[in-house]
């Protein structure tokens, strides 16, 4: 549907990650990701450069240009195995604190998972491809009964195809990602089912994790979305942990 | 814990009430000219009660037919948050008040739109004048205006649009002062969900918990009950269960109005602050309510324990005659005189401050806010598994008691008691 590639921009000397969508269906949603990055802007996650539209095989294509991040994607790092707690609490500030910013544009991520994060040269998580980012004020596009994501970080509103979602979800997403940092591999295996009622116990997952930090997990991926920490709280929840 | 008193253009408390903490103004009950041109120090003087005050934009009554609804339609159209639904501004030196609210009300149906303002300008206008309305009354915090929610089925994209421009212009225009997200909800969207799985619900509480304002405004329409307590479980349930979602997710004020006596139930799953009067239109949302009446109120009883009141032409005699005295009887200073005639086998009709006839309803009004400041000052002093059991006690009692009255048969729709075992029924429930 599109692709993703590392380009030199015309100004200036700086990567970006360059995505063109082929189809009008993706029009639409470029557009929306326009919006909403532009409203964003921190230090975990990807900024905006440019958009716009191309001519290809003549079809008009609209593309959108982000940062490009140089450093490990964290799927990649997750397939050696897990990460220290210590490391999982940094990448749950700097996620959260991405998550917070992007509901400060009150626009939810809907894709948080390990191959859209970044582990920057500098130690940072930096969350990347806002791809299907949703500018809520835009409910019409939202089409019903379909739940866009990744099966196996949705959030249990999220997979009901709710068509309202907040940061909570993203919350829940980062939940599921950090149990996986914990662990190595994903906690339920991707099985989406199994995240209806909830997220599993961090400890059921991994009984040597510090109490502290797998209670801050298990209260993201508590089914219901008012239940979870807002991304503020858990900015300062996991700052105290490190 | 507090309660508020209803304010429309009575804004006095009984004589001899004490408790009240406060008021909420509302808007629909008193125009804009009568309201804004009393200075603060004055009405506080006069009604101290005012000095804790908010004021509900009531944005959810936009839908009021101006036909037939035409002095609550020329008072909210006075305050200028209604977009295009409009009344000629009030000059003092042209004609009075009554000559303004006359002439106001004669082309009232041509000027009301029965729609809340749409657009990103319209809505940004209305909720400016709102904000800067609330401030320069001196409100203690800001009550952001929405529109009612009437659809199960709502992404309930309009009402978040209200609210995130809401928090914006407050942000800009009452930075520290504290907001209160409005949440109006009919009952239609909420009586034939069960509460704990109503999709409404969770849609409602994850948005407002998330946009961390510092408290939530709830109100609920009784658009399918015709009596002074809404009886449904579900709807019932739904109040209790957006107050302890609330809550528990850490939003720190959760005010409570337009549920009658209901509203005190609240408070046990932790709501901050509720609001009632005695009239019906302070205790109950319903829109045909804004109707231009002119009848008068009668007198009525208010048991706690029933958690009700009696009708009191023939059915509390009644009662008293079946022996039901000890297990109705309120005392208050307002109904010393009435309790103890009841105790010397005397009739109702005996006591003139409790004689059934039009209009005479200040000892009644008196005794009703008494004992809603006497139980809401037991619930302040209690902890929270004391409120707890406090309304499980009170509910399991109140529901036994309707279901002995209904053996006397023949009493009057106003002696209601079809509603404590549906609230029993939604505390039972609660998770």
Same mark, same amino acid.
């Given at each position: 549907?599109?692709?993703?590639?590392?380009?030199?921009p015309k100004?200036?000397?700086?990567?970006?990650?360059?995505?063109?969508?082929?189809?009008d269906?993706?029009e639409?949603r470029s557009?929306?990701?326009?919006?909403?990055?532009?409203?964003?802007?921190?230090?975990?996650?990807?900024?905006?450069?440019d958009a716009?539209?191309?001519?290809?095989?003549?079809?008009?294509?609209?593309?959108?240009?982000?940062?490009?991040?140089q450093?490990?994607v964290?799927?990649?790092?997750?397939?050696?195995?897990s990460?220290t707690?210590?490391v999982?609490?940094?990448?749950?500030r700097?996620?959260?604190?991405?998550?917070?910013?992007?509901?400060e544009?009150?626009t939810v991520?809907?894709?948080?998972?390990?191959?859209?994060?970044m582990l920057?040269?500098?130690?940072?998580?930096?969350?990347?491809?806002?791809?299907?980012a949703r500018?809520?004020?835009?409910?019409?596009?939202?089409?019903?009964?379909?739940?866009?994501?990744?099966?196996?970080?949705l959030?249990?509103?999220?997979?009901?195809?709710?068509?309202?979602?907040?940061?909570?979800s993203?919350?829940?997403?980062?939940?599921?990602?950090?149990?996986?940092?914990?662990v190595?591999q994903?906690?339920t295996?991707?099985?989406?089912?199994?995240?209806?009622?909830?997220?599993?116990?961090?400890?059921?997952?991994?009984?040597?994790?510090?109490g502290?930090?797998?209670?801050?997990?298990?209260?993201?991926?508590?089914?219901?979305?008012?239940?979870r920490?807002?991304?503020?709280?858990?900015?300062?929840?996991?700052?105290?942990?490190? | 814990?507090?309660?508020?008193?209803?304010?429309?253009y009575?804004?006095?408390i009984?004589?001899?009430?004490?408790g009240?903490?406060?008021?909420?103004?509302?808007?629909?009950?008193?125009?804009?000219?009568?309201?804004?041109?009393?200075?603060?120090?004055?009405?506080?003087?006069?009604?101290p009660?005012?000095?804790?005050?908010?004021?509900?934009?009531?944005?959810?009554l936009?839908?009021?037919?101006p036909s037939r609804?035409?002095?609550?339609?020329?008072?909210?159209?006075?305050?200028?948050?209604?977009?295009?639904?409009?009344?000629?501004?009030?000059?003092s030196?042209?004609?009075?008040?009554a000559?303004?609210?006359?002439?106001?009300?004669?082309?009232?149906h041509?000027?009301?739109?029965?729609?809340a303002?749409?657009?990103q300008k319209?809505?940004?206008?209305?909720?400016?004048?709102?904000?800067a309305t609330?401030?320069?009354?001196?409100?203690?915090?800001?009550?952001?205006?929405?529109?009612?929610?009437?659809?199960a089925?709502?992404?309930?994209?309009?009402?978040?649009?209200?609210?995130?421009?809401?928090?914006?212009?407050?942000a800009?225009?009452?930075?520290?002062?504290p907001?209160? !997200?409005?949440? $109006?909800?009919?009952?239609?969207?909420?009586? /034939?969900?069960?509460?704990?799985s109503?999709?409404? =619900? #969770? *849609?409602?509480?994850?948005?407002?918990v998330?946009?961390?304002?510092?408290g939530?405004?709830?109100?609920?329409?009784?658009?399918?009950e015709?009596?002074?307590?809404?009886?449904?479980?579900?709807?019932?349930?739904?109040?209790?269960?957006?107050?302890?979602?609330?809550?528990?997710?850490?939003?720190?004020?959760?005010?409570?109005?337009?549920?009658g006596?209901?509203?005190?139930l609240?408070?046990?799953?932790?709501?901050?602050?509720?609001?009632?009067?005695?009239?019906?239109g302070?205790?109950?949302?319903?829109?045909?309510?804004?109707?231009?009446? !002119?009848?008068? $109120?009668?007198?009525?009883?208010?048991?706690? /324990?029933?958690?009700s009141?009696?009708?009191?032409? =023939? #059915? *509390?005699?009644r009662?008293?005659?079946?022996?039901f005295?000890?297990?109705?009887?309120?005392?208050?200073?307002?109904?010393?005189?009435?309790?103890?005639?009841?105790?010397?086998?005397?009739?109702?009709?005996?006591?003139?401050?409790?004689?059934?006839?039009?209009?005479?309803?200040?000892?009644?009004?008196?005794?009703?806010?008494?004992?809603?400041?006497?139980?809401?000052?037991?619930?302040?002093?209690?902890?929270?598994?004391?409120r707890?059991?406090?309304?499980?006690?009170?509910?399991?009692?109140?529901?036994?008691l309707a279901?002995?009255?209904? !053996?006397?048969?023949?009493?009057?729709?106003?002696?209601e008691?079809?509603?404590?075992?549906?609230?029993?029924?939604?505390?039972?429930?609660?998770?």
């Open positions: 549907m599109f692709r993703a590639t590392a380009a030199l100004k200036g000397d700086v990567d970006v990650a360059l995505k063109v969508y082929h189809s269906e993706y639409e557009a929306r990701e326009v919006r909403a990055l532009k409203a964003v802007n921190g230090p975990t996650i990807a900024r905006i450069e716009g539209s191309v001519v290809i095989r003549g079809n008009k294509c609209p593309y959108v240009m982000t940062s490009f991040v450093g490990e964290l799927a990649s790092r997750l397939s050696g195995g990460v707690p210590g999982t609490a940094g990448i749950g700097d996620i959260a604190l991405a998550i917070g910013l992007m509901w544009a009150r991520h809907r894709d948080i998972k390990p191959s859209n994060i920057g040269a500098d130690g940072r998580a930096v969350l990347i491809d806002l791809g299907i500018h809520l004020s835009l409910d019409s596009i939202t089409t019903t009964g379909v739940a866009w994501g990744t099966p196996g970080y959030s249990p509103e999220q997979a009901r195809a709710v068509r309202q979602l907040s940061c909570a993203d919350v829940f997403s980062l939940g599921i990602v950090l149990q996986e940092c914990l190595g994903h906690p295996g991707r099985r989406q089912q199994l995240l209806i009622k909830g997220g599993p116990r961090t400890a059921t997952v991994r009984a040597d994790v510090p502290p930090l797998a209670d801050v997990i298990d209260s993201m991926v508590r089914v219901k979305p008012h239940f920490p807002s991304p503020g709280v858990l900015v300062q929840l996991f700052t105290s942990l490190l | 814990m507090s309660l508020l008193a209803a304010a429309r009575q804004m006095a009984p004589e001899g009430v004490t009240i903490d406060g008021a909420i103004i509302f808007p629909a009950g008193v125009p804009a000219p009568t309201l804004l041109r009393r200075k603060q120090s004055t009405l506080v003087k006069k009604y009660h005012l000095a804790r005050r908010l004021l509900d934009p009531q944005l959810y936009a839908e009021l037919n609804c035409r002095a609550s339609c020329v008072n909210l159209a006075s305050y200028g948050w209604f977009g295009d639904s409009h009344v000629e501004a009030y000059d030196k042209k004609m009075t008040q000559d303004w609210r006359t002439k106001s009300k004669a082309k009232i041509s000027t009301w739109t029965s729609l303002p749409s657009g319209a809505v940004h206008t209305s909720i400016s004048v709102c904000v609330q401030k320069a009354l001196g409100c203690e915090a800001l009550i952001l205006p929405s529109p009612l929610t009437v659809d089925s709502t992404d309930y994209s309009a009402e978040l649009g209200w609210l995130d421009e809401g928090l914006r212009v407050a800009k225009l009452a930075p520290g002062i907001r209160l !997200t409005t949440i $109006a909800v009919s009952d239609t969207c909420l009586r /034939g969900i069960d509460p704990t109503n999709s409404l =619900l #969770d *849609l409602i509480l994850d948005q407002v998330a946009r961390n304002t510092e939530a405004y709830v109100v609920l329409e009784q658009a399918n015709h009596g002074y307590y809404c009886s449904h479980p579900n709807t019932i349930g739904s109040l209790l269960r957006l107050t302890q979602g609330l809550k528990g997710a850490g939003v720190n004020r959760v005010v409570v109005a337009f549920a006596v209901a509203g005190l609240a408070t046990c799953v932790g709501a901050d602050d509720w609001c009632t009067g005695w009239y019906r302070e205790r109950r949302l319903r829109l045909a309510d804004h109707e231009d009446q !002119t009848g008068r $109120a009668n007198p009525t009883f208010y048991s706690h /324990g029933l958690a009141e009696f009708h009191l032409q =023939l #059915d *509390l005699d009662a008293v005659e079946k022996g005295l000890k297990r109705i009887e309120d005392d208050t200073q307002a109904s010393a005189g009435l309790m103890k005639a009841l105790r010397a086998n005397r009739r109702v009709a005996s006591v003139p401050d409790w004689a059934y006839s039009q209009s005479n309803v200040a000892a009644a009004k008196e005794h009703f806010m008494t004992a809603m400041a006497r139980e809401t000052t037991k619930l302040t002093a209690s902890g929270p598994s004391q707890l059991l406090y309304a499980k006690t009170w509910l399991e009692g109140a529901a036994k279901a002995d009255l209904y !053996t006397l048969g023949g009493l009057n729709p106003r002696t008691l079809d509603h404590q075992d549906g609230w029993l029924r939604a505390w039972n429930a609660l998770p």
